[in-house]
């Protein structure tokens, strides 16, 4: 079977959006592609953000490709999973564009994973994957129409009109990901190193994952329904995609791990080759050896969730720390030493004193430590945070939660260059 993998060409205005807007590499694509592969059918890869394209020429390409089925994505690759635009507006409008040529029709992405029914309907697709999609899509281009209710993690058209839901979120073995082979047009076109700030690229940036999934269950965090539970890619498989990327020019990896932990034979390794790295971590996890060595092995930014202040604050957010407010901020400063960029992240939960956060940040800056203002949090519709406001979501849960936020919030994430609009608003445009 033909098969169009496709990433839409991301715009954002109007959005609730916070995470970086320059493309990266859709690696949840790539997965999607090598094991569609190796099951003996034809997967292309179609990057409209990273190429740039209009939704019309990713539909002149696709008609040249003629395809049998066409997956489409619900965010901007896996690194934003957990932080994607709440509203369907690109994908809904570059599936209208494509219609015509696509074949069956798609959808991957944490829309689909938790509220599999609205997606659908939203869409207007054949069928939506619910978690990690690469196994499930090797099934469902494998079987026949009428053999859809065999499949599980599958939510799709049924006769009659309705949607019909079968499972829940997929979990991908990540022993059988080979390592990610990438075009050269696709590495080449990969300028973005993303969260570095040191120096300027020098040469293709690239994205990695060695480790899928996050052993904690913070309340904010966006995870529970896919790349959830912890695993780790055989170290091998991670180093011969590393290895791939160095050959074709990359200088700089972003790992989009949920959570970075300590792995002295990865960081080791590492070591021996010509490449620097970034991170997300919590730094409550890691020794003073450690950071040292995540320094040496070349890591040149690290994204440290330290989210609240207070004890207190920190339990309410479920996050499990070993270390104390005084313990972090010296493991940071030391992070500091050793690693050119360390920034610490807050949120704005209502738990901690604004004079102290101010106080707290002035300290770390002396340091060299960026920590930036609170952000407010989002209730994703995947967190336990909506769980704990509203229960299981339902088929409005994008929309109340986004209402939520609006209502709650005056003051947005500094990244938001305008004000957002209602969620009703982005997806009525996406209709016209």
Request: proline content about 8%; some cysteine.
């Amino acid at each position: 079977m033909r098969i169009a993998l496709i990433n839409p060409n991301w715009s954002y205005d109007g959005s609730i959006y916070f995470g970086c807007r320059e493309p990266h590499l859709p690696t949840e694509l790539a997965c999607a592609h090598a094991l569609l592969t190796r099951a003996g059918h034809q997967a292309k890869i179609f990057d409209g953000h990273l190429l740039g394209l209009s939704h019309a020429e990713l539909r002149a390409r696709l008609s040249d490709f003629a395809p049998e089925m066409t997956v489409v994505t619900t965010a901007p690759t896996y690194l934003f999973w957990r932080c994607p635009p709440p509203e369907l507006r690109v994908p809904r409008q570059l599936i209208t564009a494509l219609r015509e040529v696509a074949g069956t029709l798609v959808a991957i992405g944490p829309h689909a994973s938790t509220t599999p029914r609205p997606t659908v309907t939203k869409l207007e697709v054949d069928a939506v994957v619910m978690g990690e999609p690469e196994e499930v899509l090797v099934q469902l281009a494998s079987t026949e129409r009428a053999g859809w209710d065999a499949i599980e993690h599958l939510a799709y058209l049924g006769d009659g009109g309705e949607v019909v839901v079968q499972g829940g979120p997929a979990a991908v073995e990540l022993g059988v990901l080979p390592a990610l082979r990438w075009p050269a047009e696709l590495v080449a076109r990969h300028a973005h190193h993303h969260h570095r700030f040191d120096a300027p690229p020098r040469g293709p940036g690239a994205e990695v994952e060695a480790t899928r999934g996050c052993p904690y269950h913070c309340t904010f965090c966006n995870k529970d329904n896919f790349r959830n539970g912890y695993r780790k890619r055989p170290l091998p498989i991670v180093l011969e995609e590393l290895d791939a990327l160095l050959a074709q020019g990359v200088e700089y990896v972003y790992f989009i791990d949920e959570i970075f932990l300590p792995d002295a034979p990865l960081l080791e390794a590492l070591a021996e080759r010509p490449v620097t790295f970034g991170v997300q971590l919590r730094v409550d996890n890691w020794s003073e050896p450690m950071l040292e060595l995540l320094g040496r092995a070349g890591c040149l930014s690290i994204e440290a969730g330290v989210e609240s202040l207070t004890e207190k604050g920190r339990m309410l957010l479920a996050k499990r720390c070993k270390a104390s407010t005084d313990e972090l901020t010296e493991l940071l400063i030391f992070a500091k030493r050793h690693v050119p960029f360390v920034q610490a992240n807050l949120l704005d939960g209502g738990f901690d004193d604004p004079v102290e956060i101010e106080r707290w940040r002035a300290r770390l800056h002396q340091d060299g430590v960026w920590a930036n203002k609170p952000v407010p949090m989002f209730p994703y519709p995947g967190s336990p945070d909506y769980r704990l406001r509203w229960g299981a979501p339902d088929d409005r849960a994008w929309e109340r939660a986004h209402e939520h936020y609006l209502t709650h919030h005056g003051e947005l994430s500094d990244i938001q260059e305008s004000q957002p609009l209602p969620l009703a608003a982005l997806e009525e445009d996406a209709r016209e």
